[in-house]
Nanobody
Framework: QVQLVESGGGLVQAGGSLRLSCAAS????????MGWYRQAPGKQRELVAG???????TYADSVKGRFTISRDNAANTVYLQMNSLKPEDTAIYYC??????????????WGQGTQVTVSS
């Protein structure tokens, strides 16, 4: 199986920055897409940012210009740089990875989440 391990969450003041990391491990041949999702209390999980193997990225409108997703393919790691954080960004952030294992099987794996709390 493919496992994702997230790190980098924490408590910051509004206007501050955090960098989230997500490292994938297991019998991985390729990762086609990785992304960050978040879920705030009382709300549904939403896509924050995504990146595909070719490098194209997508962002939620609420984070455009503030968040940047990037990847290190050799390390099977994706990052989310979060700047100018707002209280509205408070949520549990989840990493997702999709790709192919060594047995030509697809995987779709999720991390356990990391808490990001932004105080006003």
């Amino acid at each position: 199986q493919v496992q994702l391990v997230e790190s980098g969450g924490g408590l910051v003041q509004a206007g501050g920055s955090l960098r989230l990391s997500c490292a994938a491990s297991g019998s991985i041949v390729s990762i086609n897409a990785m992304g960050w999702y978040r879920q705030a209390p009382g709300k549904q999980r939403e896509l924050v940012a995504g990146i595909i193997s070719g490098g194209s990225t997508t962002y939620a409108d609420s984070v455009k210009g503030r968040f940047t997703i990037s990847r290190d393919n050799a390390a099977n790691t994706v990052y989310l740089q979060m700047n100018s954080l707002k209280p509205e960004d408070t949520a549990i952030y989840y990493c997702n990875g999709r790709g192919t294992t060594g047995w030509n099987r697809r995987f779709d794996s999720w991390g356990q989440g990391t808490q990001v709390t932004v105080s006003s």
